[in-house]
């Protein structure tokens, strides 16, 4: 019979905080396992201590490297992954004899801790359980005695070692958020916090719940005396009026008290295409544009595309409320706001650059001056791969029946197809919409060849990018989705031995 294996977490420090479970199981155990670093005492062994049976089997698994680059082919994760496999087979013995193994996480065993790879390891094959405990973060949160979200403001958990750019835009998409993983991180993690507007209200706290605890604001701490051990705890925004709290007003009610105490001071509202993805495909104007903007507008994965700076508000939004989200722009505008509204490819191609203007109909928005800045459009970016496609007549429709009805479609496709156009399609499926290639590949080959020229470009630009050449009879309609673009050739396009795509310039 094998013994059985608890993970048990025994809290951030303070051995008053370990649950009753943990205490119980910890007392009855015959074997103690816990992490160390090299020439170190265990934490997680020391806020246990009082509770661990004299004369109990103890196994001390001590990390062969913390940080830095050690001396092993596979690099630190090549060490680390040996080290755990070391390590699990030394409880694997225990387990095989018998023997119950109760294996120490401080805090949380499931939360950053190195429990985690053992149960990978071990959990198929002897039974396991998870005593959960109190995370770092609770202590810490407690201990600067200030809410840390409320109602429905989103918490968000992130290590200090992300890249300082993508720090600062997490930063500035949440309400409330916990910084982990300090230490040598602290520098890029302050200055991200202050890219995103958040280090006003941040606080510091370092080695919460044991004796030698202490917070302060992260504006008063000293980037040299920052220990692994510590987080920054950064409030929601909707922390309410209290002593030291502050009330979250939205950018638009701001903007609104300073249109009435300045009325005619509306902003130009710019609306910027993106391009399809890399960052050397986004135009000098479009970059000076966001550069000097307070507000960014747009379908979230659009605005991640944004690099997050200080003074810079973002505004993310879902992918059908394009006419709301004109508006929410529009209104930051007419109360002097520098807005941005952002589009992937050329906001004048099925972007939000027609939303804008609709939005802008309203005779509220007279004085709101608008404009376009273009960019690279997604079928130039697949044209461009595939050759030259697009070198003669072309049209460009979406199969999106959202705005318009599937009759309409179809008639647009007919129309194009006798006038032998070359076709350029975007949205072509999405998760609702799983029919409308297959029924536009069969009335198009009611008119074209089967032959006809047909190019699908998958994310060109973005990681992952897939260019595919086909014909219009063989085109696999069942594997068309969202993220691909086709581009459907006339009589005069053409494919060359090497697999290029290109049309004639004449006709005949």
Known sequence: MT???????????????????????????????????????????????????????????????????????????????EFYEASSERLAVHLEAGRTVVLLAEGDPLFYGSFMYMHDRLSGRFPTEIVPGVPSFAAATASVATPL???????????????????????ADTQGAIIMKLG??????????????????????????????????????????????????????????????RRAVSVVEEGAQRLSRNPGTAAELVVVG?????????????????AEVDHVVGYAPYVDRVPQRIGLSRHASGNTVE??????????????????????????????AAAVFEAAEDPAYADVPIRVVPGISAVQAVAARAGAPIGGDFAVMSLSDRLKGWPVIETRLRAIAEADLVLAIYNPA???????????????????????????GRDVGRAGESLTVTTLAELEADTIDMKCLLIIGARGTRVTRSGRVWTARSVG
């Open 184 to 245: 040598r991180t602290f520098p890029r993690v302050r200055s991200a916090l202050e890219q995103a507007g958040r280090l006003d209200h941040a606080m510091y706290v370092e080695r919460a719940s044991m004796p030698e605890q202490r917070w302060l604001p992260v504006r008063d701490v000293d980037p040299e005396t920052v220990p692994y051990f510590s987080l920054i705890v950064v409030p929601g925004d909707s922390v309410a009026d209290t002593p030291g709290g």
């Open 323 to 352: 006419v709301d989200r004109a508006r929410f722009a529009l209104d930051l505008a007419l109360a002097g706001e520098r807005v941005a509204v952002v589009s992937g490819g050329d906001a004048g191609v099925f972007g939000m």
């Open 3 to 81: 013994g059985r294996l608890y993970g048990v977490g025994v809290g951030p420090g303070d051995p008053e905080l370990t649950t009753l479970k943990a205490a119980r199981l910890i007392g009855a155990a015959d074997v103690i396992a816990y992490h160390s670093g090299v020439g170190k005492e265990s934490n997680a062994r020391r806020i246990a201590a009082d509770l661990i049976p004299h004369g109990l089997i103890e196994e001390n698994l001590v990390y062969p490297v913390t940080t830095g680059l050690p001396d092993h082919p596979g690099g630190y994760a090549g060490a680390m992954a």
């Open 149 to 171: 979200v409320r109602q429905t403001d989103v918490l968000t958990i992130l290590p200090g070692t992300l890249p300082e750019a993508e720090l600062a835009r997490r930063l």
């Open 430 to 456: 999405s998760r609702s919409r799983t029919t409308q290639v297959a029924e536009a590949q069969k009335l198009l080959l009611e008119v074209r060849s089967a032959d006809t020229p047909v190019v699908v």
């Open 274 to 290: 993106l391009g399809p993805g890399p960052e050397a495909w986004l135009t000098p104007e479009a970059t000076a544009v966001l």
